[in-house]
């Protein structure tokens, strides 16, 4: 699990669309890392279209959006054209920077209990600093609490 002040875990990734992107390479700017547990679900797909639609606000504020999942790069070229979405999307199929980064958890829905992504987005800045962490996200409201901190910075 990743703490504020901690120094946010490199990694290396592929995107969606190809390629692959390390997390290092893009200092000097802020990044925004936001985990969420499946493609073309309710609550991950309005996520992903809200931020996408403050994408130019946070590049105005000098901050890269990243959203991380389990999903396949397939998933997520599916996923991206069929919502538009302009954030670039990681595929940690491995799941070792879902370990790395604490969002792996046990969860529980309908008195089940399964391991799974939960809902988390971190700001770090252009150090490479972890500045604030958002745990157990509820979607409505959050990326515009996220602008806002990201555009203080």
């Known amino acids: 699990m990743v703490d504020i002040g901690e120094i946010a875990p490199d990694f290396t990734l592929p995107r969606d669309g190809g390629g692959i992107l390390t997390l290092s390479s893009l200092r000097p700017d802020n990044v925004v890392l936001f985990f969420y547990p499946k493609d073309d679900t309710p609550g991950c797909t309005k996520e992903s279209i809200a ?3 403050h994408l130019d606000a946070f590049k105005a504020a000098g901050t890269q959006v990243i959203g991380i999942s389990k999903d396949t790069v397939a998933k997520h070229d599916k996923f991206r054209d069929k919502h538009s979405l302009g954030v670039p999307l990681l595929s940690d199929a491995e799941g ?4 790395d980064y604490g969002v792996w958890v046990e969860k529980k829905m309908y008195g089940k209990t399964f391991l799974g992504i939960e809902r988390t987005t971190v700001l770090i800045n252009e150090s490479g600093e972890i500045l604030h962490v958002w745990r157990k996200v509820k979607v409505p409201g959050h990326v515009e609490d996220v602008l806002n901190m990201a555009e203080s910075l």
């Open 96 to 99: 070792t920077v879902c370990e």
């Open 51 to 53: 931020f996408t639609q």
